[in-house]
């Protein structure tokens, strides 16, 4: 159960053409983030001309900074910046509310 109040962070990206062992790491980041103390849910998606948003959930402040520290996520940041990423931005965000359909 998600808390009332919680965090999200916003990484929208341009990929660079190419895989460059870009799924494999992806899919190996979102699988030790979701065992990260704090961690919530997270959303994803891309586009053909490789335009993509991802959004995950936090507990707190706290659990991002520690996720950004990960050191297998520390390798996947410098990766990124240096093969698979034309452009990137991130954004953290208090979600004070939420409700669905």
């Known amino acids: 159960m998600k808390p009332t109040t919680y965090y999200a962070v916003i990484f929208t990206s341009q990929r660079n053409e190419g ?14 983030a979701r065992k990260q103390p704090g961690f919530i849910d997270a959303e994803s998606v891309r586009d053909a ?34 093969a698979w990423y034309e452009s990137y931005k991130v954004r953290i965000c208090k979600v004070e509310r939420e409700y669905s359909f």
């Open 49 to 82: 001309a490789g335009s993509g948003i991802t959004v995950s959930y936090w507990e707190s402040l706290e659990a991002i900074r520690s996720w950004k520290q990960n050191e297998e996520h520390l390798v996947a940041q410098e990766k990124g910046r240096q």
């Open 19 to 32: 895989d460059h062992g870009y799924s494999e790491m992806a899919d190996r980041m979102d699988e030790l």
